[in-house]
């Protein structure tokens, strides 16, 4: 390729699409006085977010159905008043989407890139979002620290690793709602062992978006199958951290995340 053919496509590759106008497949989940904050968020993504190697360039056309949507939809899904752990979020997507959408919920977004918790956290300041946390760190470090009535996730990792990061973070009341693509089943089958471990009931498995969305999304829900028998190496690991702060006295440093 030559220098000057090669100018161009780097030129190209500068030039962000414009982000197309509110489809009114998403005015039919967002409540009205939700539109103005998700619509600013939707522009920082396509600006800010862009820039910042959030995502790509391509995904400006699409942003509104295949990411805002998508994620919104799970909505339906979280009862009110519930907190709510995204993990591994990035951007936000879905849980700065049902933030927005839904200021009854308590939301936790946890992603350990500095570059995108910086993002998060302008996104919350521009918004003035009051029922939103940005924690920058990997979910494992909440294990034994913090649960959530729904601890939700989209195309983190398979349903196995999933559970691995997820299931210590679920109440006993609680419950796993990830967004998954359709190879849900076979997700499934693989993690059957760590189902087991976790002494998990059986998933159940939901389309999401039906005749609103132009990508439908399979929600699967994972709940204990004994909510007062938890897996013996969550209680250890939750009573050895309670154990560890009683030890450090009010002296002790909070750790600023």
Do not use: Q
């Not at 780097?10 to 619509?39: K, M, N, Q, W």
């Not at 956290?121 to 760190?137: A, I, M, Q």
């Amino acid at each position: 390729m030559s220098n000057e053919a090669a100018s161009g496509a780097a030129d190209d590759a500068r030039v962000t699409p414009p982000l197309p106008a509110l489809p009114e497949s998403v005015r039919g989940v967002f409540a009205s006085d939700r539109l103005d904050d998700l619509t600013r968020y939707a522009e920082m993504l396509a600006t800010d977010g862009v820039v910042r190697g959030l995502i790509g360039p391509r995904e400006v056309p699409r942003l509104w159905d295949r990411h805002l949507l998508n994620s919104g939809v799970l909505m339906a899904e979280l009862p009110e008043g519930s907190s709510v752990a995204d993990i591994g979020t990035g951007a936000g997507l879905p849980g700065m989407v049902v933030a927005i959408g839904r200021p009854d919920l308590r939301v936790t977004l946890v992603e350990p890139l500095l570059r995108r918790t910086t993002f998060l956290n302008e996104v919350v300041e521009t918004l003035g979002l009051t029922n939103v946390e940005v924690v920058r760190g990997r979910a494992d470090a909440l294990h034994g620290e913090r649960t959530f009535d729904v601890v939700t996730s989209r195309a983190v990792a398979p349903l196995d690793r999933l559970l691995e990061w997820s299931m210590p973070l679920v109440a006993p009341h609680g419950r796993l709602v990830a967004l998954k693509g359709s190879s849900v089943s076979e997700e499934i089958e693989i993690a059957r062992p760590v189902l087991e471990k976790f002494l998990c009931a059986e998933p159940v498995v939901t389309a999401l978006g039906e005749g609103i969305s132009e990508v439908p999304t399979n929600a699967i829900h994972i709940s204990w199958a004994d909510p007062g028998r938890l897996p013996s190496h969550l209680i250890r690991k939750a009573g050895a951290s309670k154990k560890a702060k009683k030890k450090s006295g009010k002296g002790g440093k909070k750790r600023v995340v």
